[in-house]
C-alpha cells in the first residue's frame, strides 16, 4: 500500500517565498533545520473531521529527497485537485497514465510556462489518500519547485505538515493505524531485516491478525450477550462451556504473541551489543575492526576509553549499535570511574555482550563470565586462548594479524539472528502494539474469572475496544499526532 515516493519536503539551505497571493503558506523552507511556516486552518480535530467529510482542503508537498538531481515529484491531494490540473494543464489527463505535458500558471492564456512536466492523474477514492490526487514529475530545480509551489498556493492548495498524507489516508479508511506506522517504518527502514519487516506490517500481515482476533472476539461476544438476554431459555452448559474454552484459546494466542521476545522491536531499533573487559584487552581495535574504520583511538595506555563509543553496523542484515566501554577494574581517578560505571549500564542494558580479555593478561581461574556473553580471547598471536572461561567456551582472535576474526563475526551474526528470529505469527513492532495487547489480555483473563454473565460480558467489551485501539477504530485521536508526526513532510 505504500507509495514509492516519500521523503522530507527539503532541497537546500535557503527559504523560498511563494509569492505575495499566498494565502495559506508563508514561507517553505527548504532545509534539514526548519519546516514548513503555515497558517493554522482550525483545529487538528476539525481538519481531521473535514478529511473524513470529504472536504478537506488540498495539500502538496515534495516527495522526493533533499540535494541536486534530475527530478522533484510533487505531491498534491485534496478535493481541489481536478480544477487546479484544469487550471495549469488545460484538462486532466487520463487517470493513472503518466503523460508528459506544459505546465502553466494557467493554461487558459498559456501565461508563464512553469515546466515541461510529466503528469499521474489519481481520482479518488482509488489514491494513496482516498481523496482526488496527483503528482508532478518535475525538472528538480530550486527556482522549478519555488514557481510550481507559488502557483499551487495561488489556486488554493497549503503545504502539507509531516504524515498529512498518510493521516488522510487512515481517515478516509485506505489504511489502519498499524498499517500507517509500517509505512513510517519503510521510510526509515536501514537494514533489510527493517525493510522485510516494514514491508510486511504495511501489507497488511500484522493487521490481519489483528482483525482476526476481532472478528472471534465479536463473536464471543454475540454469544456473551445472547446468554445475557435469554437467561430463562434452558440453554445446553455446552454453549457457555465452549465459549469459555473459545475466550483462553484466544488468550493463550495473545499470550504467546506477547512472549516473542521483543524481536519486533528489536529489529525496529536494532540491537545493542556491548564490548566490555579490563583495560588494554583490544576492546577499541575489535570496535574498528568491525566497524571497519578509526571509530575509536587506540592506544597502549590503560584507560583511554572513558566513555561509551557508539558505532551502527548491520550484521546478517540486521542493525547493530555496538558500544566500546572504558575498561572495568578497581580505579581511584574520578574520571575513569564514571567510566567503568557507565561501562555497567550498557552491560545491564544491551541486547548481548562480548567480553572480552587479552591472552597475555588472562582472568583467574575463579572470573564468571557476565550471563549469555560472547566471550572472546584478543592476542592470540602472543599466547593461545584458554578453550573456556568458566562454562562458556571462547573465541581466540588477534586484532592485529587478523587470526579468528571472520569466525568471531559469524558468531555475532548468528547472535543477530537468533535475537530477532522467530516463526509463527508477525511479531510486534512498537511499544504501542504490546501495551494495548497487553490490555486484550488482561481484559480476557477478568473474563475468565468472572462467574457472572454480566460481568463477564463487561471485561469482553473491554477487550474489544483494546483491539479497536490497535488498529485505529476506536479512541485514538489523541494519539494520532504523536504517530503521524514521526513522518516527513511528503509522506
Not at 580479555?357 to 583467574?364: E, I, L, Q
Not at 584458554?386 to 555475532?412: H, N, Y
Amino acid at each position: 500500500m505504500a507509495s514509492p515516493h516519500g521523503i522530507s519536503l527539503r532541497h537546500e539551505s535557503e527559504s523560498v517565498v511563494f509569492g505575495r497571493r499566498a494565502r495559506f503558506a508563508r514561507h517553505l523552507y527548504l532545509d534539514d533545520a526548519r519546516m514548513i511556516e503555515a497558517t493554522p486552518a482550525g483545529s487538528r480535530e476539525t481538519r481531521d473531521n473535514e478529511t473524513r467529510g470529504g472536504r478537506a482542503p488540498t495539500i502538496f508537498a515534495l516527495a522526493t529527497g533533499a540535494g541536486r538531481a534530475a527530478i522533484a515529484v510533487m505531491r498534491v491531494s485534496g478535493g481541489g485537485c481536478g480544477a487546479i490540473l484544469t487550471r495549469m494543464l488545460g484538462e486532466p489527463p487520463s487517470p493513472r497514465r503518466a503523460v508528459l505535458r506544459k505546465l502553466w500558471r494557467n493554461a487558459a492564456t498559456q501565461n508563464d510556462h512553469l515546466d515541461d512536466a510529466l503528469v499521474l492523474w489519481f481520482p479518488g477514492p482509488s489514491s494513496y489518500t482516498g481523496e482526488d490526487s496527483f503528482e508532478l514529475h518535475l525538472h528538480a530545480g530550486p527556482a522549478i519547485i519555488s514557481a510550481v509551489a507559488d502557483a499551487l498556493v495561488a489556486e488554493g492548495a497549503r503545504p502539507a505538515e509531516p504524515g498529512e498524507f498518510t493521516r488522510r489516508a487512515f481517515l478516509n479508511g485506505r489504511v489502519d493505524l498499524v498499517e500507517a506506522e509500517g509505512v513510517a517504518d519503510l521510510i526509515e527502514a536501514e537494514t533489510e531485516a527493517q525493510r522485510r519487516q516494514a514491508l510486511a506490517q504495511t501489507d497488511g500481515r500484522l493487521s490481519a491478525l489483528y482483525h482476526e482476533w476481532a472478528d472471534r472476539l465479536r463473536s464471543v461476544l454475540a454469544r456473551q450477550e445472547a446468554l445475557i438476554d435469554f437467561p430463562d431459555e434452558d440453554l445446553p452448559p455446552e454453549v457457555e462451556d465452549a465459549l469459555i474454552s473459545d475466550i483462553t484459546t484466544l488468550r493463550e494466542e495473545i499470550a504467546e504473541h506477547l512472549a516473542d521476545g521483543a524481536r519486533g522491536e528489536r529489529i525496529r531499533r536494532g540491537l545493542s551489543f556491548s564490548i566490555v573487559g579490563p583495560p588494554n584487552a583490544g576492546k577499541s581495535s575489535l570496535l574498528n575492526w568491525l566497524a571497519e574504520r578509526d571509530a575509536a583511538i587506540v592506544s597502549p595506555i590503560a584507560g583511554t576509553t572513558r566513555d561509551a563509543i557508539e558505532v551502527a553496523v548491520v550484521l546478517a542484515g540486521v542493525k547493530v549499535t555496538l558500544v566500546d566501554t572504558a575498561g572495568i577494574r578497581e580505579t581511584s581517578d574520578p574520571i575513569e570511574a564514571e567510566g567503568v560505571r557507565r561501562a555497567m549500564f550498557h552491560v545491564e542494558h544491551s541486547d548481548c555482550v562480548v567480553q572480552i580479555f587479552a591472552s597475555d593478561a588472562p582472568p583467574d581461574t575463579e572470573t564468571t563470565p557476565l550471563p549469555d556473553a560472547i566471550v572472546v580471547c584478543n592476542k592470540i598471536d602472543l599466547a593461545p586462548a584458554p578453550a573456556r572461561l568458566g562454562e562458556i567456551s571462547v573465541s581466540g582472535v588477534s586484532v592485529r594479524t587478523g587470526q579468528g576474526l571472520d569466525d568471531l563475526r559469524e558468531t555475532l551474526e548468528r547472535k543477530a539472528l537468533a535475537l530477532t528470529s522467530g516463526s509463527g505469527a508477525p511479531p510486534l513492532t512498537r511499544a504501542r502494539h504490546r501495551a494495548a495487547a497487553d490490555e486484550v489480555y488482561a481484559a480476557l483473563s477478568a473474563a475468565l474469572a468472572q462467574p457472572w454473565a454480566e460481568m463477564r460480558g463487561e471485561e469482553l467489551r473491554l477487550a474489544m475496544r483494546s483491539l479497536g485501539r490497535l488498529t485505529g477504530e476506536v479512541g485514538v485521536e489523541d494519539i494520532l499526532d504523536t504517530v503521524f508526526g514521526q513522518f516527513c513532510i511528503g509522506k
